[in-house]
């Protein structure tokens, strides 16, 4: 499942999200968006989410050190597990198994 949101504490509440990072003015965000959708349809076991970062609280950039966009993260609740640092479909998938 892909969900746009900007509501951290709906991806708070979930053991596991993949959460992306973004920004409407970023160009490799948008380079990035369609591969995330794709993983997203493709890995059914895993909640995705896209977060636009200028839409939500800083105090959330601040505690996720989040210091630049795209940053694809693995959260369990509240905490970051790691970081996914590929861009690409399947990449992605296999850097969140």
Not at 45 to 52: A, C, K, Q, S
Not at 68 to 80: A, E, G, L, Q, Y
């Amino acid at each position: 499942m892909l969900k746009i949101t900007n509501d951290m504490s709906e991806i708070i509440s979930n053991d596991k999200s993949i959460v992306a990072f973004t920004a409407e003015w970023c160009q490799p965000c948008k380079q990035l968006k369609p591969h995330f959708a794709k993983a997203a349809v493709i890995d059914k076991e895993n909640n995705y989410f896209v977060v636009d970062i200028d839409k939500i609280d800083n105090d959330y950039l601040d505690r996720y050190n989040i210091k630049s966009v795209p940053t694809v993260v693995v959260m369990n609740k509240d905490s970051i597990i790691r970081n996914v640092s590929s861009r690409s479909t399947d990449n992605i998938i296999a850097e969140v198994k």
